[in-house]
C-alpha cells in the first residue's frame, strides 16, 4: 500500500496524535490554566480568548489597548504587517495589567517574551497535566473548535 500511495505523491499517514485532535478542549484549557503558574496562566487565558498567535500576544502595547466596562480591544500588527484589533475581557486585561508592567502587555524585566520560550513552557505543561503536546499555537484553534 505504502509503494502504491507512493507512486500516486501521497505520503503515509503520521502516526500518533493528530494536529485535529491536539486542538484542546474548553475542560483542558481550564486545566493548563489553573495548573500554570500566574504569568503563563495569563497568557494561556489571553491565547484562548483572543485566538491571536503568539507572536501578536506578545508584541501587544499597553498604549494601543481601548478599554470599556465589559471589552478591551487592543490594536496590534498581525502577519503581513495587518493591522486588527484583539478583542478581551476587561477583566482579564486588568490582571494582566496588575501581574505585568512596561510597555508591552506582556513582558519580564523591560524585554519581551520569547515566542518559543512561550510554546515551550505551554507544551512541557500540557504533556505533564493533560497528557498531550499542545502548543500556544493549538491554543489559537481552541475558539474555533467551541461545539
Known amino acids: 500500500i505504502e509503494k ?12 500518533g496524535i493528530s494536529k485535529a485532535d491536539r486542538v484542546p478542549t474548553r475542560e483542558e484549557i ?13 497568557m494561556i487565558a489571553f491565547l484562548a480568548e483572543t485566538s491571536c498567535r503568539v507572536s501578536e500576544m506578545l508584541g501587544a502595547e499597553r498604549g494601543k489597548a481601548r478599554s470599556r466596562p465589559r471589552m478591551t480591544r487592543i490594536e496590534i500588527e498581525g502577519k503581513n504587517h495587518i493591522t486588527r484589533d484583539l478583542k478581551c475581557s476587561t477583566a482579564l486585561y486588568e490582571r494582566i495589567c496588575d501581574e505585568f508592567s512596561g510597555r508591552l502587555l ?3 524585566a523591560g524585554k519581551p517574551y520569547s515566542r518559543v520560550s512561550v510554546t515551550n513552557r505551554i507544551k512541557q505543561l500540557a504533556e505533564r497535566t493533560i497528557g498531550k503536546p499542545v502548543t500556544a499555537h493549538m491554543i489559537r484553534h481552541y475558539r474555533g473548535s467551541i461545539k
Open 30 to 42: 481550564q486545566i493548563l490554566i489553573d495548573q500554570a503558574d500566574t504569568r503563563l496562566s495569563l
Open 4 to 15: 502504491y500511495l507512493q507512486s500516486k505523491g501521497q505520503k503515509k499517514a503520521k502516526e
Open 106 to 108: 506582556f513582558e519580564h
